[in-house]
């Protein structure tokens, strides 16, 4: 990376943290830090964490094996069942594996939770955070547009129109694997062998839907298939789908969240099914996090969602890598 790069994306990164400090703040948010090294990290099927032993000098503690946590999800959460309100972080989190133009193992998150309100309220916050971030740091390379963040209102389309516009796809007539399969590969989708809906739902995501989100403003993808909840709750009136909602700009996804699940005997038996998913996958099980799970009996209604401030960083830059962003970019070692 040219010198050059590389301090204007320092700059950049001090100018967007503390414009996003400032709007959370300013709204009445309470700024946190919770812990990197957890006893139990999330069960999400498709990543992995890294493992880091402890091995006490004393005789307080046991050796165990602790994780880097790939969000501090779980202990924000039980910051808000104990009443904390409005929360916020800027951290660094981990996923082991993750080498490619959009993906560092190390990278930074902006997470914030809001209690008393749902999906729709956290779009309002998250557009109206990343508007101000615009304004605030000034783009360098060709192909920087920092302004695009501020094309308010961003769009915001369901997933099931998402797909439709897409491909003509219909997932209200494809209530199945096998029912989807075939639509998708009249739709021109290589569906690969698995005939299970979210196995396929992926496949026709990732060739026909995603790429073309988010290039005339940023667009809010929302409502999931429930099959794919993970840590939201179902949408009242149609159990069919989540509250949950993944923010696109020019076809890269920058955050992920939900109206958050309260019901703690749903979440266990959804962290349960994914243990056993990881198990079949050949993935590493990690243990439930108990404290988390006694937590969520006892949170308000709340929403919160995840955003990568790197990938924000790249777009406000106008740089192609997360590399060009980082000043220690992980393929240095890898």
Known sequence: MPDSVRWRAAA?????????????????????????MVPAPGMEPHINVFETPFVPETDVGRPRVLYLHSSPEYAMKRLLADGAGPLFQLCKVFRNGEVSATHNPEFTLLEFYRPHADYHAIMEELEQALAEAGRSVTGGEPGADPAFFTRLPYERITVRDAVLRATGVDLRACPDGPSLKRAAEAAGVRTGDSTQFDDVFFHLFLQKVERGLGHERPTFLIEYPASMASLSRLKPGDPSVAERVELYVKGLELANGFSELTDAVEQRARLTEEQALRKSLGRPVYPLDERFLEAVGRMPPSAGIAVGLDRILMLLMGVPSIADVLLFPAHEFV
């Open 12 to 36: 950049g990164r001090q100018s967007l943290q503390a414009a996003l400090r400032r709007f959370f703040t300013g709204r009445g948010y309470l700024e946190v830090e919770t812990p990197l």
